[in-house]
């Protein structure tokens, strides 16, 4: 990645599977981090780095840099932990502990341990302490998080992943890709699962770019480029719905952007079978996809630019 804190509080991008699952990319972890976040330890009481911390911000889960808490909804609870009355939409999930009594919060994103949800205790005028091991967490101050919301987002599917990051990466304005899966209704789908079975996604690169350097229309030129548009469900060698020609837009934007380019394309005789659909869940792929071609030193062997605007 170029820059892979953009990608924190994006949440099309970004998804990966239960801890247990260690092909997916995850943050690395120490041996504290482990016992706490994946074999469900805790800290010790008022030792934590964000138990008395009330800086602006969002604190993240440590092992998949999902978004978790606004800092707007912490407060003291004098118990020794982080505590927070509320999460962010959907970025918790609350399930029975082991112990039969209490409740277990984890990261809804990776399945990572954060600690236990109360009620009824009236700290605040929601009744809800979440209680949070701090080492669960990273933090991000407002002032990155001004930063990282000046960048936009692009979702594209043509064909193999590995081909199409490799050309919109050397584009002009673009500030990170990743690779990864959407468009299906299968939940934290592996590679083997999106070749092998019918889950619906498509290979996809997202693009992090600078509005001020590019704009969406420049990047979805250079997406017909690298690829034939006309092709259904394949890409060269790779056939397959997964390798299918898509533009999963953003906004109203996106979308009457990619449609004048396609009536462009047809007009010139291009029997266009791109489809254009509403951005939904993004999940990375893993690790060893990303940057497949950098990483290898070599070049795409099924993306080749041809001009056709």
């Avoid at 008395?52 to 993240?60: D, I, L």
């Avoid at 118990?79 to 082991?98: H, L, M, Q, R, S």
Wanted: proline residues 4%.
């Amino acid at each position: 990645m170029k820059f892979t804190i953009f990608s924190i509080l994006l949440f099309s991008i970004i998804s990966l599977q239960c801890q247990n699952n260690v092909s997916m990319n995850f943050n690395e972890l120490n041996k504290e981090e482990k016992r706490v976040i994946i074999n469900k330890g805790t800290e010790m009481p008022f030792t934590g780095k964000y138990d008395k911390h009330y800086e602006k911000g969002t604190y993240t889960c440590k092992q998949c840099d999902s978004p978790l808490f606004n800092s707007t909804n912490k407060f003291n609870s004098g118990c020794g932990w982080p505590a927070f009355d509320n999460t962010i939409i959907g970025a918790v999930k609350e399930i029975p502990d082991a112990d039969g009594q209490r409740t277990e919060i984890v990261c809804a994103n990776c399945g990572g341990h954060l600690g236990h949800v109360f009620m009824g205790e009236k700290f605040t005028e929601t009744n809800t302490r979440h209680c949070v091991n701090s080492i669960s967490m990273n933090f991000i101050p407002d002032q990155e998080q001004d930063l990282i919301t000046k960048y936009e987002t692009a979702l594209f599917a043509a064909g193999c992943f590995w081909g199409v990051e490799h050309h919109l990466g050397l584009a002009p304005g673009v500030i990170s890709t990743e690779v990864g899966y959407t468009g299906g209704e299968t939940d934290n789908p592996t590679y083997e699962d999106v070749c092998y079975k019918n889950t619906g996604h498509a290979e996809v690169v997202k693009v992090i770019y600078d509005p001020e350097k590019t704009n969406f229309e420049k990047l979805a030129i250079l997406f017909f480029e690298i690829h034939d548009p006309t092709q259904l469900n394949k890409q060269g060698p790779d056939v397959g719905d997964q390798y299918r020609s898509e533009i999963f837009y953003f906004d109203e934007n996106q979308k009457k952007s990619s449609e004048k380019l396609i009536k462009i394309l047809e007009e010139k005789g291009y029997k266009v079978v791109t489809k254009l659909t509403p951005a939904s869940k993004f999940y990375v792929a893993e690790n060893y996809h990303q940057d497949y071609y950098k990483t290898k030193g070599s070049n795409p062997y099924c993306h080749f630019y041809k001009k056709k605007f």
